[in-house]
Nanobody, 115 residues
Framework: VQLQASGGGLVQPGGSLTLSCVTS????????MGWYRQAPGKERELAAI???????HYADSVKGRFTISRDNARNKVYLQMNSLKPEDTVVYYC??????????WGQGTLVTVSS
């Protein structure tokens, strides 16, 4: 199974960006799908997760600004990011996990929030 993340780029503070993660196989009904992010020199941390049952959970730092969703038919998971801040400038990774254990990781996509 391969996960491919895309959609990163440069955006101004207060702007919006949508990340996409496409899976090579139909796994969205099997695994929880997460978006994690990692700043240089820091540990990777959870930004948002959507369970196989459709429940969502967000880190406090992104709650109210980010929305995770999925399209099972297209094998895609999205992260809609609004009201972006400079501190959101990190590399974002998507993953498939089960009971908190990562099974598959995609490559990262860099988001830069700067004027």
């Amino acid at each position: 199974v391969q996960l491919q993340a895309s959609g990163g780029g440069l955006v101004q503070p207060g702007g919006s960006l949508t990340l996409s993660c496409v899976t090579s196989e139909s796994i969205l009904r099997i695994y929880d799908m997460g978006w994690y992010r990692q700043a240089p020199g820091k540990e990777r941390e959870l930004a948002a997760i959507i369970t196989e049952g459709g429940n969502t959970h967000y880190a406090d730092s992104v709650k109210g600004r980010f929305t995770i969703s999925r399209d099972n038919a297209r094998n895609k998971v999205y992260l809609q990011m609004n009201s972006l801040k400079p501190e959101d400038t990190v590399v974002y990774y998507c993953n498939a996990e089960r009971q908190g254990t990562a099974i598959y990781w995609g490559q990262g996509t860099l988001v830069t929030v700067s004027s």
